[in-house]
């Protein structure tokens, strides 16, 4: 009797989903597994340029099936509504919420044997009033879109207020304030800017928010937000025509919703391999996944450490179907590469666990290092090497799912 092949399920084709499911299907053997991918997009996007698509930059299209063209796996679009890890089954519905869910327009349920749950993150908006109403976000492409078409509605001397001074909001500010000089842009940040750099890289930024005209409000928790200012926990008002919200992300809530051990965050818990410590069928990786760095601290949520983390998925995966041995990488960072427009950025140097190391260059050559990380990150996603020149064969195919070592 002929048995069934392994059915292998990825939600999400962010940098870790994308990564996880073009090495697992250039290392398995097509006869023995069926890859899908499921996206509610049917391109990959870069997540960490959108605040380049807010400012008017054009990116290259990447559509996701040229990323998976010639590995075996599918692409289904269509957005996850829920997971039932006790009957592996995923409910899904039409990415434009019309229902039905596969390339011919039918669906609404795909089974699994072994599933990769990379979600990913969404804007977290704290529970803060007038967020929702009035801000904008860079979290994802259409809110990127919308916030392009509202600062090109702005006429010279409009006020742009980001709020949130990590990563994304120090980006957002800087390259909307490089192209569009006409504007007043002001960044609005709960403790000290820069604060998590070293003294370096925090004299860096602030003498770039100089140059680029940027108004900084240190110490200032923005409470509510309005349609023509923000308001701030000490009673102060910043005058703000646009204001673009990057106060953090949070996980989506589909895992929560589950039988999944899942962190007060709603991250899946997951050990060394990225597999689930609750259920062994289940994989999770990006900031979907609550992984341990080399000294017990968490990854933060970041590009930086998904695609690490979707490779160490995918290796186990292999690992565990073909009877080989698992992977055993420690996952820890070199640096933060932070843009500030296009012709400037900053490269802080950090410890494994992600503390800021004194040096952190800047300036023209850090911004070309920094495009070279971005367009690496996109490439590693499409060629996710290193994979062997002959697919390896699954051990037990099926729906046994061997849950050793």
Excluded at 53 to 60: I, T
Excluded at 140 to 145: N, Y
Excluded at 275 to 304: F, K
Aim: charged share 20%.
């Amino acid at each position: 009797m002929e048995l069934m092949k392994h059915r292998i399920v990825i939600l999400g084709a962010g940098y870790a989903g994308a990564s996880v499911a073009g090495r697992l299907a250039r290392r398995l053997h097509a006869d023995d597994v069926d890859v899908t991918l499921v996206n509610a997009e049917p391109d990959f996007v870069e997540r960490v340029r959108l605040h380049q698509v807010a400012a008017s930059q054009e990116l290259r299209q990447r559509p996701l099936r040229d990323v998976l063209a010639g590995t075996g796996a599918t692409l289904r679009v269509a957005r996850v509504t829920a997971v039932d890890v006790d009957r592996r089954t995923v409910a899904l519905t039409a990415a434009d919420g019309a229902g039905g869910a596969d390339s011919a327009g039918r669906g609404g349920e795909l089974g699994y044997d072994t599933l990769v749950y990379a979600l990913g993150s969404s804007l977290d908006r704290r529970g803060v009033p007038g967020v929702a109403e009035h801000a904008y976000d860079v979290a994802g492409r259409p809110g990127a879109l919308r916030l392009r078409e509202r600062l090109g509605e702005l006429a010279p001397g409009g006020r742009v207020v980001v709020v949130g001074g990590g990563l994304t909001g120090v980006e957002a500010a800087s390259e909307i304030a490089e192209a569009r000089g006409d504007l007043e842009v002001a960044l609005a940040v709960r403790g000290g800017l820069g604060d998590w750099l070293s003294q370096a890289g925090q004299r860096h930024l602030r003498g770039t928010f100089r140059r680029l005209g940027v108004t900084v409000h240190e110490h200032a928790q923005v409470e509510q937000v309005g349609a023509t200012e923000v308001l701030t926990g000490d009673g102060a008002t910043i005058p703000a025509d646009v204001t673009v919200w990057t106060a953090g992300f949070a996980v989506h809530p589909i895992a929560a919703a589950t039988a999944l051990e899942v962190s007060g965050s709603g991250q899946i818990v997951v050990d060394g391999t990225m597999r689930s410590v609750s259920h062994p069928d289940v994989y999770a990786v990006g900031d979907a996944a609550l992984a341990d760095g080399p000294l017990g601290t968490p990854l933060r949520m970041s590009c930086a450490s998904g695609i690490p983390m979707a490779w160490q998925a995918a290796d186990s995966v292999v690992a565990r179907l073909t009877g080989g041995k698992l992977p055993n990488m420690p996952l820890g960072y070199v640096h933060q590469c932070i843009s500030l427009g296009r012709r400037d950025a900053v490269i802080q140097l950090v410890t494994a666990d992600d503390r800021a190391r004194p040096a952190a260059p800047g300036g023209r050559l850090a911004a070309r290092y920094k495009e070279l990380i971005c367009a690496g990150a996109a490439f590693m996603v499409a060629h996710p090497l290193p994979y062997p020149a002959r697919r390896r064969r699954v051990a037990v195919a099926g729906t046994a799912v061997p849950t050793g070592r």
